[in-house]
């Protein structure tokens, strides 16, 4: 098992910046490739970036793609996704995921995650 903790959420103004972190416990973080998603009200869930399990690759959606960066840290079992240059619509809640699937490529598609965190909110006000 894996336990997620995402943080670092809250109201920020367009143009502004947040920096979200997530916490992993459990299995060994560094096996795991991350994801961040988002799900505004109602809305599907859907994929921000995700990135492997070493860092070397990353994918991000084209809404967030030269905004958004995702990294992680793997000594200490923590993922982050700073965001750039806000937009009201990025609005949502932020969710981080690990998939337990052995890949080199970032993985994009919701299913595949086998481990979600409690979410936190962002709000970006216009």
């Known amino acids: 098992q894996v336990q997620l903790v995402e943080s670092g959420g809250g109201l920020v103004q367009a143009g502004g910046s947040l920096r979200l972190s997530c916490a992993a416990s459990g299995r060994t973080f560094s096996n795991f490739p991350m994801g961040w998603f988002r799900q505004a009200p109602g809305k599907e869930r859907e994929i921000v970036t995700a990135?492997?399990?070493?860092?070397?690759?990353?994918y991000y959606a084209d809404s967030v793609r030269g905004r958004f960066t995702i990294s992680r840290d793997n000594a200490k079992n923590t993922v982050y996704l700073q965001m750039n240059s806000l937009k009201p619509e990025d609005t949502a809640v932020y969710y981080c995921a690990a998939s337990s699937r052995i890949t080199m490529a970032p993985i994009r598609q919701v299913k595949a995650y086998d481990y979600w965190g409690q979410g936190t909110q962002v709000t970006v006000s216009s």
């Open positions: 990135i492997t399990w070493s860092g070397g690759s990353t």
